[in-house]
């Protein structure tokens, strides 16, 4: 009996007590091996790209900048202005000191010998190339006012930055502001530092209050909803009975007061029929608390992701910065239909780099290789949070406390030797609906510039997308869900899904409440964090000696305060709801492996998640007693 209940719940086996663990991982087969060599040979072809567009690119066009003409700045030779050509400046409009004609486009930059200054006032020298002579022209303009036609007494300036030169009429300023901005930033460096504390203060407060009070605070959430729909449809109302309102005004206000009584309502509802799901989900989300705080480990999986990905996006910009130096310029036509542009006694032709099919099918290619790769970082990072937390979950208890080894590295290890090709796959399903998604967006994009005032294409746009986000979420949501069972279970890809299908199936209920009410805690939680760093931050800027007079900018200190909090508390949660939607699928396969009633969750949640499951058998046993007396029935003979 033994042997088939193992064999029946692949990946556990029962300790001398009887009860399901977590077999030995290391005993594990790997997983859609396939899958790895498949990205193996993609990453091939992505490194094929990667060489062939650093073969071929000309990377001037990046390091110098090229003008409207496609010459690039301070380079001799048929590709280039000239070497003393070597700054790049963009006039905004044109004035025409020299030359007595000009018809280029606004905002054509030009490669410029020195740039405009006071000092000269706003005078620049540059060269074109004459379409008729075919040969290099010489001309000079004088940067205006783009209000008045006097010089002005502070002209466009020019930055250069490396070997290119960058101008604008705010330059200076935005310099300036910029030494400000960091000179604020180190004078409250400590205020900062102090911040960061109190983040990680607000989310020990929060993780205490979940592991202690989270009850209270969950009802307080389901009741506050309930209250504000309940308010928000008395306001309602009360607008439509007063004073100075038209008839539709009335209507108008009446109607969302009606659909927000309606909404209550059906909040009231689910909240009487969901009792014990509400109090199942309170019980995993306390759970969860105490697997991340035992678990510390995995706080640095975000991190560790986060530093995979900025490689990756450092590699993906390199190789598409290779890329688009692999083109041609070519002549833009303009707004008349013609490709040249008169400009003093010769013919310009504005140019643009173009690409050919090959190089947008290498484009393509290497992109759809970034989103794949980025979304295997996601679900490495998705599937140790999950080995940890199940492992955490199945492991034995010893004088009430979990026996742990290194759960966190060993599940780290299990991914990349074991699961690697299941991690791939489930990336891959993720990557192609992401591509859909962006060709769909680009798509309607297209259909909404050709018909901007069309009903029926905004309708179509609108359903196009929905469908395609809609599409997206559900395979974000399979995919990261199959680890976990992938984890538990050590089941491939589809195997893990049909596994997540028969779970949900089993409890549904209580799935959906959990994750939802978790999905709120979670933006309540993260929001808190936030409100509570900034105001703490702010507390001490204002009352506290000697910060409150030490910091120059406490603006520009609490903005900085806000990225931290908002990033490490996207770290946290990132990981507190990976391990709640682990523990809740743990608490079922618990308790479909021992008799209906989990027998590794903590003190007290036995008793309450056995009560469920036995309502939830009484419902399927009424359910299939009644199809048999209806089945006997139309087989009985006629008297």
């Known amino acids: 009996m033994g042997g088939e209940d193992e064999k029946k719940f692949e990946g556990f086996s029962k300790d001398e007590n009887g009860v399901f663990r977590i077999a ?43 003008q409207f003409d496609g010459k690039i700045c301070g380079l001799d030779g048929d590709l280039g202005v000239g070497a003393e050509y070597k700054n790049l400046y963009i006039p905004g409009v044109w004035i025409d000191g020299a030359l007595t004609t000009y018809d280029l486009p606004t905002n054509a930059s030009i490669c410029v010998k020195e740039c405009p200054t006071a000092a000269n006032l706003g005078k620049y020298e540059g060269k074109f190339y004459d379409e008729g002579s075919k040969s290099m022209k010489d001309f000079t303009g004088q940067a205006m006012s783009a209000t008045t036609s006097t010089v002005l007494g502070t002209v466009p300036v020019c930055s250069q930055i490396g070997n ?20 604020g930033v180190v004078n409250g460096a400590g205020v900062i530092a102090i911040g960061c504390v109190f983040i990680l203060v607000g989310i020990l407060i929060f993780n205490t209050c979940m592991r202690y009070c989270g009850g209270i605070i969950i009802w307080a959430v389901i009741i506050s909803i309930l209250t504000f729909l309940t308010i928000s449809g008395v306001f309602f109302f009360s607008l439509a009975n007063g004073d100075d309102i038209t008839a539709d005004q009335k209507n108008g206000y009446q109607g969302a007061g009606i659909i927000c009584f309606i909404l209550a309502l059906i909040w009231a509802i689910v909240i009487c029929v969901s009792r014990n799901a509400i109090a199942t989900a309170i019980m995993i989300m306390e759970e969860t608390t105490h697997a991340v705080t035992e678990l510390k480990g995995m706080y640095l999986l975000p991190i560790f992701k986060t530093f995979l990905v900025f490689i990756l996006l450092i590699y993906w910009i390199a190789v598409s910065g290779n890329l688009a130096c692999n083109g041609t310029m070519e002549p833009v036509v303009n707004a008349n239909h013609t490709e040249g542009y008169n400009f003093g006694t010769g013919v310009v032709k504005e140019k643009e780099m173009k690409y050919s099919d090959d190089v947008m099918y290498m484009f393509y290619y290497h992109f759809f290789g970034y989103l794949w790769t980025m979304q295997l970082f996601i679900a490495l990072m998705h599937f140790t949070i999950a080995s940890s937390v199940a492992q955490w979950y199945f492991a034995p208890r010893v004088n009430g406390q979990k026996e742990l080894g290194s759960t966190v590295w060993t599940a780290f290890k299990l991914s990349w030797v074991k699961h690697l090709g299941t991690m791939i796959f489930g990336s891959l399903v993720v990557a192609i609906a ?9 798509m309607t994009e297209q259909m909404e510039k050709q018909s901007p005032n ?6 179509l746009v609108c359903l196009l997308r929905c469908c395609a986000r809609c599409i997206e ?13 992938t984890a538990m279970f050590g089941y491939g890809f589809c195997n893990a899904c049909y596994k997540l299908f028969s779970f949900l199936g089993n409890a549904p209920l209580t799935i959906t409440m959990a994750q939802s009410l978790g999905g709120i805690i979670i933006k309540l939680g993260r929001g808190f964090v936030i409100v509570f760093s900034l105001c703490c931050t702010f507390a001490l800027m204002t009352y506290v000696d000697p910060w409150k007079s030490s910091v120059s900018s406490p603006y ?3 903005v900085v305060v806000f990225i931290l909090a908002l990033v490490i508390a996207t770290i946290f949660f990132e990981v507190f709801g990976m391990s709640m939607n682990t523990l809740i699928m743990c608490f079922i396969a618990d308790s479909n492996m021992n008799g209906g009633s989990p027998v590794n969750c903590g003190d007290g949640m036995s008793e309450k998640m056995k009560k469920v499951q036995e309502e939830n058998q009484g419902k399927i046993d009424a359910r299939e007693k009644g199809k048999a007396t209806a089945n006997a029935a139309y087989a009985a003979p006629d008297k």
Request: glycine share 6%.
């Open 454 to 459: 069309n009903p029926g294409t905004k309708f």
């Open 434 to 442: 992401e591509a859909i998604r962006m060709m769909i967006d680009y």
């Open 164 to 183: 290119i030169t960058v101008s604008g009429a705010t330059t200076a300023q935005a310099e300036n502001g910029l030494r400000v901005a960091l000179e």
């Open 473 to 485: 979420n559900c395979l974000k949501y399979i995919t990261k869900n199959a680890y976990i069972f």
């Open 24 to 66: 030995d991982v290391n005993d594990r087969k790997c997983t859609d091996f396939f899958c790895v060599l498949a990205f193996i040979i993609f990453w091939v072809g992505m490194i094929i790209v990667w060489i062939v567009s650093a073969g071929n690119a000309n990377y001037d066009y990046i390091s110098k900048g090229y």
């Open 556 to 558: 520009l200190v609490l």
